[in-house]
């Protein structure tokens, strides 16, 4: 109830419990970087930032929703949750977060994800999970989809029908969703507000705040307390960089739409490729999402944010070179920001301008050199949504209410 609560708060401010607080200082606050060498590597007088959210234990920006979760449901009785993960960041997240609160935890991980990402599901386990495939033939969505395509390489739609699903179905069991809602986007302005007040320390302010999306966020995360500032009237450009094959900001429909491919959620107002689409395999599992977080879409409609689709082998390109200059080795997902930040940055070369920019470099790629593997190899090849596939949508979406 608590998370409903704060679903549909309109407070200013949510106090984060001591107990939570008490786990985020295992690596909260997040470091924030010049980077210095990526800058000279570009031969850009561009500033270049990035607050790196790899530092958490499961490697990732998810635990800053995963602990105060699995906190909220400790303290009414909870004993068990289900989630979805795609690649599995959050799934892992949850389980370390479940670990400390003493909550049973199911995950149903992404087919493909599944098979790319083995030891994601490794930590997972660690952590005390227990792991799926989906569509599994453990849930009735789960069986559905194997009727029709036994090959189905899974969506993250599909997985989260089969964890609602099953947590519907136990009376010991809550569901948790680890990006999209408000609550979870609440949880993750820890980032953006910590971001504030190192620049202040910095002595500087970002012109181009960038993150990558799948559901939002991350993007949201950093960029919501950044936004706050624009609205009353700083110059500001926030930027949410998506997969060319999933490209739900840019070619995607503003409607109201399931987060969920069995139709079980609420439908939300958001822009969506539909909740039947199924995404091609690309290697940033994470961002192979129908829909985008109704909250970040109102702010897309508005123009407060500006969508950005980028392809898979120019996504690698910049990783390694982020790699190679500043020593981190992103996550896929992460490194469609650094991609973005590059194109700022060389803009401004291009330009002759000293723009500042700030990127949520929101996971570590340690578990995703498989990957990196594919990219060297030159087994990676780029991937356009075919326009039929956008018709679709809207063939699908076009009985349901409208959005104005």
């Known amino acids: 109830m608590e998370l409903i609560k704060q679903e549909v708060s309109q407070e200013r401010w949510i106090d984060i419990p001591e107990e939570v607080f008490d786990i985020y200082r295992l690596w909260r606050p997040s470091p924030?970087?010049?980077?210095?060498?990526?800058?000279?590597?570009?031969?850009?007088p561009a500033k270049i930032y990035y607050k790196y959210e790899g530092v958490s234990p499961a490697g990732s920006h998810k635990p800053n929703t995963a602990i105060p979760q699995a906190y909220y449901n400790m303290?009414?009785?909870?004993?068990?949750?289900?989630?979805?993960?795609?690649?599995?960041?959050?799934?892992?997240?949850?389980?370390?977060?479940?670990n400390y609160f003493g909550?049973?935890?199911?995950?149903?991980?992404?087919?493909?994800?599944?098979?790319?990402?083995?030891?994601?599901?490794?930590?997972m386990q660690t952590w005390g999970a227990s792991v799926v495939a989906s569509p599994s033939d453990q849930t009735d969505a789960g069986r559905r989809i194997l009727e029709k395509d036994p090959n189905c390489l899974g969506s993250l739609g599909i997985a989260i029908s089969e964890a609602v699903e099953e947590a519907a179905k136990r009376d010991d069991t809550k569901y948790a969703l680890g990006s999209v809602l408000n609550h979870v986007l609440i949880h993750q302005s820890v980032i953006g507000l910590e971001a504030?007040?190192?620049?202040?320390?910095?002595?500087?302010?970002?012109?181009?705040?960038?993150?990558?999306?799948?559901?939002?966020?991350?993007?949201?995360?950093?960029?919501?307390?950044?936004?706050?500032?624009?609205m009353q009237g700083k110059a500001l450009r926030a930027v949410a960089v998506e997969p060319a094959a999933c490209p739900t900001i840019t070619r995607g429909l503003y409607a109201y739409d399931f987060g969920d491919t069995a139709q079980m959620t609420p439908l939300m107002a958001m822009f969506t490729l539909?909740?039947?689409?199924?995404?091609?395999?690309?290697?940033?599992?994470?961002l192979r999402y129908h829909g985008m977080a109704p909250l970040l879409s109102h702010l897309v409609k508005l123009g407060q944010i500006e969508g950005k689709a980028v392809h898979q082998l120019e996504v690698f390109d910049a990783a390694v070179k982020f790699a190679r200059s500043e020593g981190i080795i992103p996550a896929p997902e992460s490194a469609h920001a650094i991609r973005a930040a590059i194109d700022e940055a060389l803009l401004a070369k291009d330009a002759g301008q000293q723009k500042t920019i700030l990127f949520n470099l929101s996971g570590h790629g340690h578990f995703d050199m498989v990957s990196y593997d594919a990219y060297f190899s030159g087994k990676l090849q780029d991937y356009a949504l075919p326009q039929e596939e956008i018709d679709r949508a809207e063939a699908v979406l076009k009985d349901y209410p409208a959005t104005e």
């Open 32 to 44: 924030l970087f010049r980077a210095r060498r990526l800058e000279k590597a570009l031969d850009t």
């Open 75 to 98: 303290k009414e009785g909870v004993k068990r949750l289900t989630t979805e993960t795609g690649a599995g960041q959050w799934g892992s997240s949850l389980a370390l977060a479940c």
């Open 103 to 123: 909550i049973e935890c199911k995950v149903y991980m992404v087919k493909i994800s599944y098979q790319q990402k083995p030891y994601r599901r490794l930590m």
């Open 196 to 230: 504030k007040r190192q620049m202040e320390m910095a002595g500087d302010y970002p012109d181009i705040v960038i993150g990558c999306v799948g559901g939002g966020s991350n993007f949201a995360g950093l960029a919501f307390p950044f936004i706050q500032d624009k």
């Open 274 to 286: 539909g909740h039947d689409f199924m995404p091609a395999g690309i290697h940033a599992g994470g």
